[in-house]
């Protein structure tokens, strides 16, 4: 396996890119979250991209405009959609055996990827999507709420502290009011959106979720839980630190690429 560096232009600005070479002609694009550079964090995506190009599939990850060592204004993961098409074309022509892509992003940049309807990739595979809108990203879903406190519960030194009374008791209540909230029977505001650009997309589709992540569970508040599509690490948190966390992102990762 051979990593190398790249730059592609983007609307004036030149993007910043690593490339994992192999030999394969179906490939991973890394669109990363947040504001985090491409080596994702706890170098959490460049470690993913070396696991799957050691399988046989070339990955290129990227950082976007204004992100890492990047040109241009960082508008956001909404505003990412002329960065992520650029990246593919730049994958295609550096790679130009490649037949087929498959797009990966968590938080974020899973949600700038199905608002984009695709991009235009083969195949794409969503990690904790964030449904969150600007004026309620402080606000937890019911499910988040109920999730905690089946965690306090099952941990013999939150319940002492509970029954010895060092549990303040009006946030403890107001918590459980909004557990016994029931989910929005329709998703709304950014929820919806990801939902209709996911609709329009052909490809294969797969929604990973960490089970002990917050914006992973808000995605599932929000999405109908029969959906076949959704594959859950229990213990994982959001950025799949943990080893058996990481070897099973490489597994779903290498299942859907091999079969797109």
Known sequence: MRRRHITFACEGAELAATIDEAAGDTALLIVSGGNETRAGAWNGQALLAARVA???YPVLRFDRRGVGDSEGENRGFRASGADIAAAIAAFRAECPRVLRIVGFGNCDAASALMLSG????????????????ADAADEAPSEVVRDHYRRRLADPAALKRLLTGKVSIGPL????????????????????????????????????????????????????????????????????????????????????????
């Open 118 to 133: 695709g991009a235009e990739l083969d195949g794409l595979i969503l990690s904790n999507p964030w449904t969150f809108d």
């Open 173 to 260: 209540l107001r918590s459980l009011v909004a557990a016994a909230r029931p989910a929005p029977a329709v998703p709304k505001g950014l929820a919806a959106e990801i939902a209709a650009g996911v609709a329009q997309f052909s490809g294969s589709v797969r929604f990973l979720i960490a089970g002990r992540d917050r914006t992973g569970l808000a995605f599932v508040a929000n999405w109908d839980k029969r959906d076949a599509r959704l594959r859950t690490c229990a213990d994982a948190t959001h950025s799949y630190v943990e080893p058996v966390a990481q070897d099973w992102l490489v597994e779903q990762v290498l299942e859907n690429l091999r079969v797109v």
């Open 54 to 56: 050691a399988a046989g």
